[in-house]
């Protein structure tokens, strides 16, 4: 392993947990207290009962799948295990791609910038596993 892919794994490891921090605190606490009622009377509007518990089932499928991601990427420094990985770092891409879609949609631009830059050090980490192998 050369010292710019170990970087990049403990770059990617670090943004993702930190992504996974902002995604609790905001998907799992904040957002289910603020749907359920918990704010100022002029700022509450009607919602839905179940709406709290969609934002918190959001969060926790958010957290598993960055979780997924991390398990991958440490997966990726077997080679036994490198083909499982790629496919579980190809899924965490794509829901960070959606991530990036929601938080540029709902203007949450903190999650907007974890899940680019995720995406980009999963591009990087994942590209060795899909490249052709020298003859």
Known sequence: MTRSSTA???G???LI?????AIVLF?????????????FEDETAAAPAY???????AGIVMVGVNGWAARGLWAMQ????????SSALVGAGAA????LGCGLLSGEHLFTLFAAAVLAL?????????????D
Do not use: D
């Open 8 to 10: 990049a794994l403990l």
């Open 12 to 14: 990617a490891m670090a």
């Open 17 to 21: 947990l930190l992504e996974t921090i």
């Open 27 to 39: 998907f799992c606490i904040a957002m289910p207290l603020l749907a359920g009622g918990i704010a």
């Open 51 to 57: 709406v709290p518990y969609v934002f918190l089932v």
């Open 78 to 85: 077997s080679p036994h295990k490198a083909s499982r990985a």
């Open 96 to 99: 960070h791609v959606m991530l």
């Open 122 to 134: 999963l591009a990087v980490l994942v590209r060795p596993a899909f490249a052709k192998p020298a």
